[in-house]
């Protein structure tokens, strides 16, 4: 059984990708970045989501020998060329501030009407193997952006977006809901071609 890393100490984003490869019956060892306290969290310097996820998993990959897979996910705004983008979690300054995120942004579009609040979650998420070899594949959510907040069970910019179809936020969905339709779990489903090639 193939030992792999997950470029995360969030045990939600181990779980739903351990699920996923044992969907695809792809029984591989999965591990959270936990597993190795020593590494130090690398800087995401990178100018799009692949290139940040490209940059945590080679770091992982090297630091320990085993494959790694990363991911780097975020709000695209239409009206806002695509902001916030990479700097979505520190929007407002601070990273990992949702409330003052959610805020600034909310601001920022008070003007804009509802044919014009177009969004998406997008996500990538890199493999990359200890001789350097990686693959990249990327997911995404459209909706619209609400005006207001709305819904408990989500983070981040959750409470806003109402993807295509559902008349709810993604804070609204419940778990396996939004699962079944999120950027990343799209991205961790891509993944699984790629694992089987270069895995086994």
Request: charged share 20%; hydrophobic share 40%.
């Given at each position: 059984?193939?030992?792999?890393?997950?470029?995360?100490?969030?045990?939600?984003?181990?779980?739903?990708?351990?699920?996923?490869?044992?969907?695809?019956?792809?029984?591989?060892?999965?591990?959270?970045?936990?597993?190795?306290?020593?590494?130090?969290?690398?800087?995401?310097?990178?100018?799009?989501?692949?290139?940040?996820?490209?940059?945590?998993?080679?770091?992982?990959?090297?630091?320990?020998?085993?494959?790694?897979?990363?991911?780097?996910?975020?709000?695209?705004?239409?009206?806002?060329?695509?902001?916030?983008?990479?700097?979505?979690?520190?929007?407002?300054?601070?990273?990992?501030?949702?409330?003052?995120?959610?805020?600034?942004?909310?601001?920022?579009?008070?003007?804009?009407?509802?044919?014009h609040?177009?969004?998406?979650?997008?996500?990538?998420?890199?493999?990359?193997?200890?001789?350097?070899?990686?693959?990249?594949?990327?997911?995404?959510?459209?909706?619209?952006?609400?005006?207001?907040p709305?819904?408990?069970?989500?983070?981040?910019?959750?409470?806003?977006?109402?993807?295509?179809?559902?008349?709810?936020?993604?804070?609204?969905?419940?778990?396996?809901?939004?699962?079944a339709?999120?950027?990343?779990?799209?991205?961790?489903?891509?993944?699984?071609?790629?694992v089987?090639?270069?895995?086994?």
């Open positions: 059984m193939t030992r792999l890393i997950l470029a995360t100490r969030n045990a939600g984003k181990i779980t739903e990708l351990h699920a996923i490869l044992a969907d695809a019956g792809l029984p591989h060892d999965l591990v959270g970045a936990d597993a190795f306290p020593e590494i130090p969290d690398v800087k995401e310097t990178g100018v799009t989501f692949a290139e940040n996820a490209l940059l945590k998993a080679h770091a992982l990959a090297q630091a320990t020998g085993l494959p790694a897979v990363a991911d780097d996910s975020g709000l695209c705004v239409d009206v806002l060329n695509g902001a916030p983008g990479i700097f979505s979690a520190r929007w407002a300054g601070r990273h990992g501030d949702d409330t003052a995120n959610l805020q600034l942004l909310l601001a920022q579009l008070s003007d804009i009407s509802d044919d609040r177009g969004a998406h979650f997008a996500c990538a998420a890199a493999l990359a193997l200890p001789d350097g070899r990686e693959r990249v594949v990327e997911g995404q959510l459209r909706g619209v952006l609400r005006h207001t709305s819904g408990t069970n989500g983070f981040g910019y959750d409470p806003i977006l109402q993807p295509h179809g559902d008349t709810r936020t993604c804070a609204e969905l419940t778990p396996e809901e939004k699962n339709i999120s950027h990343r779990g799209k991205a961790f489903r891509a993944l699984v071609p790629v089987r090639e270069l895995l086994g």
